[in-house]
């Protein structure tokens, strides 16, 4: 039995359009083949618009100096957090703001960035009456998070007068719908 006489299924797809057209040769095959390239044209311009699986809308466009071209092809795997992380660390960058990463909590993202930590706070009452205001948590940069780490173990604690001044800290993350101007 030849191949073409096989009665094996195979993975091939058949032929299941004809078509009538014909191109002529001469002068009008010319009109012909950029009819049939405009239109072939037309249907690779016709991007899809890929979409959240989460309702938050059309994915942004990914700038093109974004580390990670591909993020969207796996957005089917994202929870809803991950997500709008993504998205935030995206606006970011095209504000010309480059994220090293990140993470959400309590529903913020906490984007990492060169130099910057978000912090936590306790107030310990002293007992001469004040409150000293202590650091409890620390996030964001790991390099400025090591620094940090370092005072604290050298003095048993941190407060807001030892960290140094070339580490911005912030107070709080970014809520993404606010920042994305989601619903």
Known sequence: MTPAESTTPTAEKPITEMTDEVLETGAKTDTAAENVSASKQGTENAEEVRVSPHGFGPFPD????????DIWDYSKDY?????????????LWTQGIQTLGGNMSNGLAYPTLPGVVYIEWDHKALPDGTVEKRVSRVRGDPYMGKILSDIMRRKGKLVESD??????VRER?????VFLNLK
Do not use: M
């Open 62 to 69: 990914i700038p093109p100096d974004y580390p990670t071209q």
């Open 173 to 177: 993350g970014i809520d993404p719908y």
């Open 163 to 168: 960290i140094p001044k070339d580490i911005e």
């Open 79 to 91: 929870s809803a957090e991950a997500e709008l992380l993504i998205r935030v660390q995206i606006k």
